[in-house]
């Protein structure tokens, strides 16, 4: 089935061994070439229906079954009156690029002849004007930065910014596994993934470079579940959300909602563990403390007077069982803000352990005895790095954690034994069992000084509330719908982190007006 993928339905993401595996199974049941046919009658498919006005389409066909994809969807666009025309590419001459071709597209190549294709060995510069441009260039057979003639194509179809570019399964040049483009990569403005939606299309530095997001699963999971392979991740979606919140409305008072305590606000840095506990306030905390360790800090916000600043002494003891610390934002890396961390630990309170909390553990004369008390912990504790802290965790570098996040965001949770939420575009949360999502909300809006902070309150407030580390999934997802909703709202600049936990609010309060809207006839 055809489907636009977007942020309302949690969808299962498979990487490439998983669908060599799923392709390998099917291929077995099924006659002969019948996946190509579906692949390829899925991309005509979309191709009319998404661009109803594209007259001229070129076909830019790899030598691989990417390639034979786009030449089932060449004969079907052609059958439906439109003028296209394949550009094969990946030889020096058309028969050297057919002898190439694997099985499944030698035979679409048979049918494309039989059709009367017009087609032409690809000469970069000579790209044909076109309305529409299919990239049938490379799939999931990448290997390695795309080379030679297809990189020069490439090159040449980014810069027609005039046309549309639909891209089959992946934007050619896209690792599907990481998200990494080494060097050419396709931008498309839509993306037609086949059989399961691709981690790189998710997550990763050119992920965005996909353009909207379709996928269509072509009909592989009809009676062959026992077959398919468990997803490597799964792609956050408002029905996976809604059942996470917790019915603040039904607490019966203040001491039933869960308490935050947040520990920061080292000299300097005041600000983000205000903007942190103002997050928890909205987003439903009963009570949230606040110890600021600038030990010349105001006694009280007057922007949110609910706030309740405390020593930092009176916060780690006393702890109720409904209560979650959040120890980080703004803290500093002195022996104060260490002292807090190592109680903290020790502590049987839930825990999320942000900004300097994660510095302090990755890098301080006492790292290792912190990062053996993080790992000896029993309850819910949430790591929110940014690549860098992540980086830092790992002694590793960010080009490393961003070539693979979903590797880097498991290989954290493993570690420290705790869950993990990686954080950028296409966020990567992990369990400490190893369960993967990726956050399907959020835009550049979110790259604001202190929106980290806003999100490891919303972390700490969802998980006092529910008890539940999954949480974190809703804190997440609601945190990139609001950059979402203020941009569609109110566009694409403006937006500082105070704004975020009001527009969090408004986002729950979407989810729940969805969910008890009546169903339609
Ligand atoms: N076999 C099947 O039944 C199906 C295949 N499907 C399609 O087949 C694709 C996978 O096909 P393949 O495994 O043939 O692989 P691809 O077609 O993705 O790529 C292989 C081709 O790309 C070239 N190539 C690889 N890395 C390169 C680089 N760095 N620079 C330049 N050229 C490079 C190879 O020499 C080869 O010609 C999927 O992405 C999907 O589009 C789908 O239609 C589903 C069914
Ligand atoms: N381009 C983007 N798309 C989606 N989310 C983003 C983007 N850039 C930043 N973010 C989000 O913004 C937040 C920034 O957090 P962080 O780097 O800790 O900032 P700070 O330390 O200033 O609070 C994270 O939740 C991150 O996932
Ligand atoms: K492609």
């Excluded at 954080?423 to 980290?452: F, H």
Aim: hydrophobic share 50%; proline share 5%.
């Amino acid at each position: 089935m055809l489907t636009r993928i977007g942020s309302l339905h949690a969808v299962p993401v498979y990487g490439v061994e998983a669908l060599r595996q799923i392709e390998t199974a099917a291929a077995q049941r099924l006659p002969a070439h019948t996946l190509m046919q579906r692949a390829g009658a899925a991309v005509a498919r979309l191709a009319q229906a998404r661009f109803p006005h594209a007259r001229r389409i070129v076909v830019l066909a790899g030598a691989g079954n990417n390639g034979g994809d786009g030449l089932v969807a060449a004969i079907a666009l052609q059958r439906a009156g439109r003028d296209v025309r394949v550009f094969a590419c990946g030889g020096e001459t058309l028969g050297e690029w057919a002898c190439r071709l694997p099985p499944d597209a030698a035979w679409a190549w048979t049918e494309a002849l039989a059709e009367q294709l017009p087609c032409s060995v690809a000469n970069p510069d000579d790209l044909p004007d076109a309305d529409l441009y299919l990239d049938a260039l490379l799939g999931i057979g990448l290997r390695g930065a795309v080379r030679d003639q297809t990189a020069r194509l490439i090159q040449k179809l980014n810069a027609r910014t005039d046309a549309a570019v639909l891209s089959v399964d992946l934007p050619s040049g896209l690792d599907a596994d990481t998200g990494i483009a080494h060097q050419a990569c396709v931008r498309a403005t839509a993306t037609l993934s086949l059989i399961g939606l691709k981690p790189g299309l998710c997550t990763g530095p050119a992920s965005h470079l996909c353009g909207e997001l379709w996928l269509d699963d072509l009909d592989i999971h009809s009676g062959a579940e026992r077959a398919l392979p468990a997803p490597d991740a799964t792609r956050l979606g408002a029905d996976l959300i809604r059942p996470l919140l917790p019915d603040l409305a039904l607490a019966a008072h203040k001491g039933k909602r869960g308490d935050v305590r947040v520990i920061g606000g080292a000299a300097g840095m005041t600000g983000a563990a205000l903007l942190a506990g103002r997050a928890a306030a909205l987003l439903g905390a009963g009570k949230v403390f606040v110890c600021l360790l600038d030990t010349r800090a105001p006694a009280v916000d007057m922007q949110a007077p609910e706030l309740m600043l405390r020593p930092a002494d009176a916060l780690l003891e006393a702890i109720g069982d409904k209560t979650c610390l959040l120890v980080g934002p703004g803290a500093g890396l002195d022996e104060a803000s260490r002292a807090c961390l190592a109680r903290a630990l020790a502590s049987t309170a839930p825990l999320v352990l942000d900004a300097d909390a994660l510095n302090l553990l990755a890098a301080n004369d006492h790292a290792s005895t912190l990062q053996a008390a993080l790992r000896q912990r029993r309850a819910i504790t949430v790591l929110t790095p940014h690549p860098l802290e992540a980086a830092r965790l790992l002694e590793s570098t960010v080009q490393a954690v961003e070539m693979d996040r979903l590797r880097a965001a498991r290989d954290l949770a493993a570690r420290f034994a705790c869950w993990v939420v990686l954080k950028g575009r296409g966020t990567v949360i992990a369990s400490p069992e190893q369960n993967v999502w990726i956050n399907a909300t959020g835009n550049g809006l979110l790259a604001t000084a202190g929106s980290g902070d806003v999100l490891a309150g919303s972390v700490a407030a969802l998980i006092a509330a529910t008890g539940q580390a999954s949480a974190v999934l809703a804190a997440v997802w609601l945190h990139g719908q609001a950059a979402e909703r203020y941009a569609a709202k109110l566009g694409p600049s403006g937006m500082t982190a105070a704004h975020l936990p009001k527009w969090m609010a408004l986002s729950w309060a979407d989810l729940m007006a969805a969910h008890s809207a009546p169903a339609q006839a």
